[in-house]
């Protein structure tokens, strides 16, 4: 059974950094695309990252140049790390991972930026 853990969340400041992990198991992670959703609250989810499993990496336009996504396939995690944070990236984040015609989601990990 597939698993995805997300951690990392917090409450940081406006203009701070948090760094998000996800821990996957049950499947073999090289194989998996990945990704890094957000939903605010009253708004759909929508795409933050994402990462092939080549490496290939999309971003959404209004994180660019703030947000890194990475992969570790050893240790079957990505990460999502955020910086220059702002208050409307407040939301839950979610861990997505998709293999053949399959998607998995994790429990989402609490994002508060203050201003």
């Known amino acids: 059974q597939v698993q995805l853990v997300e951690s990392g969340g917090g409450l940081v400041q406006a203009g701070g950094s948090l760094r998000l992990s996800c821990a996957a198991s049950?499947?073999?992670?090289?194989?998996?695309?990945m990704g890094w959703y957000r939903q605010a609250p009253g708004k759909q989810r929508e795409l933050v990252a994402s990462?092939?499993?080549?490496?290939?990496?999309n971003y959404a336009d209004s994180v660019k140049g703030r947000f890194t996504i990475s992969r570790d396939n050893a240790k079957n995690a990505v990460y999502l790390q955020m910086n220059s944070l702002k208050p409307e990236e407040t939301g839950v984040y979610y861990c997505?991972?998709?293999?053949?015609?399959?998607?998995?989601w994790g429990q989402g990990t609490q994002v508060t930026v203050s201003s």
């Open positions: 997505n991972l998709k293999w053949s015609t399959y998607v998995y």
């Open positions: 049950g499947i073999i992670f090289s194989n998996t695309a």
């Open positions: 990462i092939t499993s080549g490496g290939k990496i």
